[in-house]
């Protein structure tokens, strides 16, 4: 039984039929000594033995009377034919057929009676995939068992760093029964009384943390610029999604951020930053801007040894994208500086939270999210493997982010690195955005100016 954190159960609150709230991943494979047509069902008998090490095997519980955030409950062993399942088609998958899929998957709500989580494999791909893989598999889970760096971390459970690693003989699934609610009552007390006493020991670094930031709002240089609106990009979200991948040079990347005197984080930012500008150029919607720039929603993960390797621990930084300046160079400093004042406002602003809730506090999350938050597009960077990874005994070839979109947004771009490569997936709603492949190809003009 493993508790959620205050950000897990948010992300459960904010869910709705429009915005259903996962994270995931498509990832090719090279067969290598295996064959296609084995790859389902050796990948199920390869997932039922390391599902143990993950954090999927549980069921969602919500706490008695909202009093706390609910837990994740150990359901024992899965069938793993009902969270898993084959491309069945007569046909080979295509690339449009591939896309649209990864559509329909991320609108449709995961159950929080079972295990949170749901695999398809793909044995027969069409020519138009075989350049990334002679196999393919979606993975998705709910944002509320693990953020971007969870889902990571997942991953790195189920593959291996060897082609034929060597496994356990034993499986060993957990099952737990939930507490009665008063026990489970009594239990949520005592963590919050924990909490409140490790809360009142920062007290001095919250009020230090807390006079630094507001010397900070004082400065002009840290003023944050409100959210542009955009009309015809703006509102309500649809059921409504288009997907790209997007696989970029991660060392041609690394120099040219060297070169320009930042960090990939800083150039990729500048590079979205630039494929926006020409996006809102093309629509008309840039002179309407003036000197405003559009800007980023970028997580930032604040996970320490002691939070472990799943839940959620990031918060939302803002940086400035630059949209109003066209030369790369100057928008990569405007955005470098942007990016490092939001990095520490962050800080300062998770230095000064309280992190304790008082009890029945996680009610006040189960209120739905009204209007759009600040920020223009959504852009996550997630760090991964160095090195070559292995499924069942298929080489991993890529890994390619199928994010979802909160409410209210029409775009969200989530880089992966993968060995040499940065692998992008990119999510829009095609209501606002109508031609994605159009996007893409920005992003790829402004990879070769810069």
Known sequence: MRFLNASDHRWLCIENENNPLQIGGLIFLKCGDHTAGEFASRAQQHLISRLPATPWP?????????????????????DINKVTSKWNATNPVTIDQLKSYVCEQV???????????????????????????????LVQHHHAVADGVGF??????ITDEESNPLTASQVI?????????????????????????????????????????????SDPQFKRQLT???????????????????????????????????????????????????????IGELDALGDS????????????????????????????LGTQIADHADRFVFVQRSIRNELRRSQLMHDSTPTYEKPFAARQRLKPEVGTAAGNISVS???????????????????????????????????????????????????????????VAKIHQVVQEV
């Open 173 to 217: 699934y957990r099952k737990d029964r939930a507490p009665i609610a008063p026990i489970w009552i009594a239990q949520s007390l005592m963590r919050a009384r924990r909490a409140k006493s490790l809360d009142q020991s920062r007290a001095d670094l919250r009020e230090h943390a807390s006079a630094e930031l507001k010397a900070l709002r």
């Open 152 to 157: 990571q971390n997942v991953l790195d459970a």
């Open 58 to 78: 549980v069921r969602y519980k919500a706490a008695p009377l909202n009093i706390d955030s609910g837990a994740w409950i150990n359901v024992g062993e899965v």
């Open 381 to 439: 960077n997630v760090p991964g493997p160095s090195g070559p990874r292995w499924f069942a005994g298929y080489k991993m070839n890529s890994n390619y982010p199928t994010p979802s979109l909160v409410a209210g947004r029409f775009m969200n771009i989530t880089l992966r690195r993968y060995c040499d490569s940065l692998h992008l997936g990119i999510m829009s709603e095609p209501t606002k955005l109508a031609d994605l492949d159009a996007f």
């Open 293 to 320: 720039s559009t800007i980023g929603i970028m997580p930032r993960s604040l996970r320490a040894d002691a939070d472990g390797l799943y839940g959620n621990y990031l918060n939302m930084t803002l940086p400035l």
């Open 107 to 137: 609108l449709i709500p995961l159950p929080r009676d079972r295990p949170p989580f749901r695999i398809t494999f793909f044995e027969n791909l069409d020519e138009s995939l075989k350049p990334y893989g002679d196999v393919a598999m």
């Open 228 to 282: 542009p609106e955009i009309p015809s990009l703006d509102g309500p979200s649809s059921r409504e999604r288009s997907f790209a991948f997007v696989d970029l040079d991660l060392n041609h990347i690394k120099s040219c951020a060297k070169a320009l005197g930042g960090t990939v984080n800083d150039l990729m930012m500048t590079i979205v930053g630039g494929a926006f500008r020409m996006h809102l150029e093309e």
